[in-house]
């Protein structure tokens, strides 16, 4: 078993560290091997996601991602954007499947900007579809407008489209995570406005007919937009698009208050997968050593479970986070009165310790 | 002066009813006609915007709407659902710019699901372009796809799209409503990702030249819908496109607690407008006589404010529905421990008594 280490840009390369200590202490039989991706790749060979790194990720069983980007790559053509390796490296290893679990931590659910009768014991699994839609539908670019309100304007243009073995089987990713935990799956469209999402909704009530011990239901993504701040807490597994996965698993995860401690995994249909935190590169506090590990940590948890077939492994870091976070240790970003403010390293090492 | 008076579905009905009242009231010399929109011009003339109601609304200096739609109309082909008479009224009256303020009201802070220190004083104007993008973008349909990853499969599509002076206009209306504010433009893309956001971002750094007063920074929608739960106050003029605008104006209205209140404005190029609530038709309560007559009524000052050149009774209405909110007076949305329920009508008559 082999597994990736991009670490990539900004807090990406100390929170990573952690994760890889984290996963060294369990002694279990893989090899890791790390490259350079995003900015920092941009920097050594000119692009974000070198062939080499590509070529990595391709082998690995499994990517651990730090994250990646800069303001100071805003200039940069968007080819060469750091962001750019994310989308290739999901492309390229068709990371289809993203999950991205909004959960309250017990321990933090003063930290959420809602009120804690809301909040407290929350636990979402959002389901974003990672390869289609917007993000990589062609044609996209500019041209003189043909039609519409001001034809023979410059205009720019981006082609939204999905297919219907790329929405079944995303629908089925969605449903079977459903049996696994309330069987409530909320599909997110806009199938009052547009083509693709009334497909998009068609399919989800054609195979939910395979799942009839899973409840279905359809919601817009306005609506779903305030139901998560409403009441978070209906919500069971929500599967949308790309482009609307976006939103709402941001939302989502921010209205938990635990944005650090969440991670994400980004599955193909081999179970190869990529796993990162759910939140981003933070330039503001990178090289400080107060960024939060845990979601990395967490991260590389959820690659043992999905792409390493460690369950057992994968519970261990599990439990040791919660036991840390019981003892009191904080990272600045979930810190309150009455608890110990500890740096990236510490917290890793109570890990560590803990494990 | 004329204003169509378009009720529409569900709470439609009574919620304008009162908002008629008010303007009645204030004895202004304008002319009032209705007509049937959405499910129930659907069910009189088989069309949920019959030719005779557009006309009214074109002929009209402004249009005063409730909501439309109703689940019973699920089933129908998309041409003829309700939703399909406001989008139409849009397009047909070229009505790109919406206005959404984001309020919480001093009374109602606690309705608010955020903790009130971070809501309480909020005042954000959302600015929605409301004819472009992929609401309206073509081509758009069901087709057998020739590339992408299933090539052969069955796809459906739509296009997004904009063109120069269609960003150049909202850019406008975004810098000069900011100029009569706090002077602070966010403007809400998806460069990273997006060749029309890339374009929208271009055009905005390009207007805002002209504009050295205000203040403009660039948000990515998805930190956008993590911002506004994090520090809504942040925010003064937020700028978007139709699509990310439906989806954050709507996070937050909710975000304030006062969803119930919320007036929204939408203007074409000769200040012609459709004014109508934030919150929807609501059928589930339609009939009752408890629904929230004040967005409505909020909508009515906003029209007489922007279409009809009566800033002064705009102001009145205001005042009597702040006077209102004061004596304790709520419907049920709005209702809390020690306040006074009452049903729409009576809210309705009681502004007419402040007034
Ligand atoms: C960096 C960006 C391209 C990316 C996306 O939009 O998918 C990010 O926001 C995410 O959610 O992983
Ligand atoms: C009803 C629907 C078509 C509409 C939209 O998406 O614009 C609504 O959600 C709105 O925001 O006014």
Same mark, same amino acid.
């Given at each position: 078993?082999?597994?990736?280490?991009?670490? /990539?840009?900004?807090? =990406?390369?100390?929170?990573?560290?952690?994760?890889?200590?984290?996963?060294?202490?369990?002694?279990? #039989?893989?090899?890791?091997?790390?490259?350079?991706?995003?900015?920092?790749?941009?920097?050594?060979?000119?692009?974000?996601?070198?062939?080499?790194?590509?070529? !990595?990720?391709?082998?690995?069983?499994?990517?651990?991602?730090?994250?990646? =980007?800069?303001?100071?790559?805003?200039?940069?053509?968007?080819? !060469?954007?750091?962001?750019?390796?994310?989308? =290739?490296?999901?492309?390229?290893?068709? !990371?289809?499947?993203?999950? &991205?679990?909004?959960?309250?931590?017990? *321990?933090?659910?003063?930290?959420?900007?809602?009120?804690?009768?809301?909040?407290?014991?929350?636990?979402?699994?959002?389901? &974003?579809?990672?390869?289609?839609?917007?993000?990589?539908?062609?044609?996209? /670019? &500019?041209?003189?407008? $043909?039609?519409?309100?001001?034809?023979?304007?410059?205009?720019?243009?981006?082609?939204?489209?999905?297919?219907?073995?790329?929405?079944?089987?995303?629908?089925?990713?969605?449903?079977?995570?459903?049996?696994?935990?309330?069987?409530?799956?909320?599909?997110?469209?806009?199938?009052? $406005?547009?083509?693709?999402?009334?497909?998009?909704?068609?399919?989800?009530?054609?195979?939910?007919?395979?799942?009839?011990?899973?409840?279905?239901?359809?919601?817009?993504?306005?609506?779903?937009?305030?139901?998560?701040?409403?009441?978070?807490?209906?919500? @069971?597994?929500?599967?949308? /698009?790309?482009?609307?996965? @976006?939103?709402?698993?941001?939302?989502?995860?921010?209205?938990?208050?635990?944005?650090?401690?969440?991670? #994400?995994? #980004?599955?193909?249909?081999?179970?190869?997968?990529?796993?990162?935190?759910?939140?981003?590169?933070?330039?503001?506090?990178?090289?400080?050593?107060?960024?939060?590990?845990?979601?990395?940590?967490?991260?590389?948890?959820?690659?043992?479970?999905?792409?390493?077939? *460690?369950?057992?492994?994968?519970?261990?870091?599990?439990?040791?986070?919660?036991?840390?976070?019981?003892?009191?240790?904080?990272?600045?970003?979930?810190?309150?009165?009455?608890?110990?403010?500890?740096?990236? &390293?510490?917290? /890793?090492?109570?890990?560590?310790?803990?494990?």
């Amino acid at each position: 078993m082999k597994i990736a280490i991009l670490p /990539g840009d900004g807090i =990406g390369t100390e929170i990573v560290a952690e994760a890889v200590k984290v996963l060294k202490v369990l002694d279990l #039989s893989f090899e890791m091997e790390a490259a350079l991706v995003g900015g920092a790749a941009y920097e050594a060979h000119g692009h974000p996601l070198p062939e080499s790194t590509l070529n !990595l990720a391709k082998a690995a069983d499994a990517v651990l991602f730090g994250a990646v =980007g800069d303001w100071k790559y805003d200039k940069l053509e968007r080819a !060469l954007r750091p962001e750019q390796a994310i989308l =290739g490296l999901r492309k390229n290893l068709g !990371l289809f499947a993203n999950f &991205r679990p909004a959960i309250c931590y017990e *321990q933090l659910t003063h930290a959420s900007s809602l009120k804690p009768e809301l909040v407290a014991g929350l636990d979402i699994l959002i389901i &974003r579809e990672l390869t289609g839609d917007i993000y990589f539908g062609q044609p996209r /670019g &500019r041209r003189t407008a $043909v039609d519409g309100l001001f034809p023979g304007a410059e205009e720019a243009f981006d082609t939204m489209r999905y297919s219907r073995p790329e929405v079944e089987r995303i629908a089925h990713v969605a449903f079977q995570a459903a049996r696994r935990r309330n069987k409530r799956v909320t599909s997110v469209d806009k199938a009052n $406005v547009l083509e693709t999402f009334q497909f998009w909704k068609d399919i989800m009530i054609e195979v939910g007919q395979q799942y009839p011990d899973v409840a279905l239901d359809h919601m817009y993504v306005d609506n779903a937009a305030m139901q998560l701040v409403k009441a978070p807490k209906k919500f @069971d597994v929500v599967v949308t /698009g790309n482009m609307f996965g @976006d939103i709402l698993s941001d939302e989502a995860a921010m209205l938990t208050g635990s944005i650090g401690m969440l991670p #994400s995994a #980004s599955l193909n249909d081999r179970n190869q997968g990529l796993y990162e935190p759910s939140h981003g590169s933070a330039p503001d506090i990178a090289g400080q050593g107060v960024a939060n590990p845990l979601a990395t940590i967490l991260s590389a948890a959820m690659m043992l479970r999905y792409s390493l077939n *460690q369950p057992e492994a994968a519970d261990r870091i599990e439990s040791a986070v919660s036991a840390v976070l019981s003892t009191g240790l904080r990272t600045g970003d979930i810190w309150s009165e009455g608890t110990q403010r500890v740096g990236t &390293r510490e917290m /890793g090492d109570a890990v560590v310790a803990a494990l």
